[in-house]
T-cell receptor, first 112, second 117 residues
């Protein structure tokens, strides 16, 4: 089963760049890697997804090395409103059965 | 607002009871997913339906079952409830079927908070 691990928590100051890494040792070959943001008592919200190399959108960048065993979410110039929990999502095929696996989640706290 | 609706928002019940959680996907989405989020287990995938058919299955207990109806809404049935079933239950929907890709971004509803006393 794909094991997806993330740092439990991170603190940062406003205006800094934050990088959060997810390690996923066994993901489905054709799948993208997706990252979500979750605020308390709300559903996860899509941030970005990618297959390999680097993807950038208006809120984040995603770096995926060639072996695809990890991915790094980069949040440029964070603000207080970025305080949330961040999850990666990957797919895994275990014994021929497909499953969606969320990472363990990283609690980001942005300080003024 | 993701466009995914879930009812009820909160549910309080007793051990041994049975409850039904309902989800309406975004307009046009054919897939519905169910996830459980508890404090000690994180976000756990339960089951996925695509256009009425079961497409993928996670660590869903035998006491739990789900279905997707012809109008594409879905229901998650939880029976013989135990204290440990207390959690947030999320429904998500996406356009297409299996896998994670450009056309399969999952949009999450606001969740149903289940409390078993």
């Amino acid at each position: 089963l794909a094991k997806t691990t993330q740092p439990i928590s991170m603190d940062s100051y406003e205006g800094q760049e934050v990088n959060i890494t997810c390690s996923h040792n066994n993901i489905a070959t054709n799948d993208y890697i997706t990252w979500y943001q979750q605020f308390p008592s709300q559903g996860p919200r899509f941030i970005i997804q990618g297959y390999k190399t680097k993807v950038t959108n208006e809120v984040a960048s995603l770096f995926i090395p060639a072996d695809r065993k990890s991915s790094t979410l980069s949040l440029p110039r964070v603000s207080l409103s970025d305080t949330a929990v961040y999850y990666c999502l990957v797919g895994d095929i275990e014994s021929g059965t497909y499953k969606y696996i969320f990472g363990t989640g990283t609690r980001l706290k942005v300080l003024a | 607002d993701s466009g995914v609706t879930q009812t009820p928002k909160h549910l309080i019940t007793a051990t041994g009871q049975r409850v039904t959680l309902r989800c309406s996907p975004r307009s046009g989405d054919l897939s519905v997913y169910w996830y459980q989020q508890s404090l000690d287990q994180g976000l756990q995938f339960l089951i996925q339906y695509y256009n009425g058919e079961e497409r993928a299955k996670g660590n869903i207990l035998e006491r739990f079952s789900a279905q997707q109806f012809p109008d594409l809404h879905s229901e998650l049935n939880l029976s013989s409830l135990e204290l440990g079933d207390s959690a947030l239950y999320f429904c998500a929907s996406s356009l297409s079927g299996q896998g994670i890709g450009i056309y399969n971004e999952q949009f999450f509803g606001p969740g149903t908070r289940l409390t078993v006393l």
